[in-house]
């Protein structure tokens, strides 16, 4: 059992900065890939970045690829979320994801974290 809690979202004006972070608890967290995701009120949960078990190799969601980047550090159980240039469309409620397979894909996520709330403000 892995359980995952997300922090540092919150409310950024646009063109703002934020970092969220994802702990992660147990001991195996090194043999998962991890993924970030996020859904917007009335839509879907859509994924946005992904990392796999070394950090090593990394893919992005087009809408935010050169504007966010996805990180971990396998010595601290953590995975970030560095948001850059942000824009209100990127408004939302944003979920750490963990799996076993690669790519990350949401069918395939074997734990969830409970969300962190991002605002943008234009």
């Known amino acids: 059992q892995v359980q995952l809690v997300e922090s540092g979202g919150g409310l950024v004006q646009a063109g703002g900065s934020l970092r969220l972070s994802c702990a992660a608890s147990?001991?195996?967290?090194?043999?998962?890939?991890m993924g970030w995701f996020r859904q917007a009120p009335g839509k879907e949960r859509e994924f946005v970045a992904a990392?796999?078990?070394?950090?090593?190799?990394?893919y992005y969601a087009d809408s935010v690829k050169g504007r966010f980047t996805i990180s971990r550090d396998n010595a601290k159980n953590t995975v970030y979320l560095q948001m850059n240039s942000l824009k209100p469309e990127d408004t939302a409620v944003y979920y750490c994801?963990?799996?076993?397979?690669?790519?990350?894909?949401?069918?395939?996520?074997?734990?969830w974290g409970q969300g962190t709330q991002v605002a943008v403000s234009s």
């Open positions: 990392i796999n078990w070394s950090g090593g190799n990394t």
């Open positions: 147990g001991r195996t967290f090194s043999s998962y890939v």
């Open positions: 994801a963990a799996g076993r397979t690669w790519p990350v894909a949401r069918s395939r996520i074997d734990y």
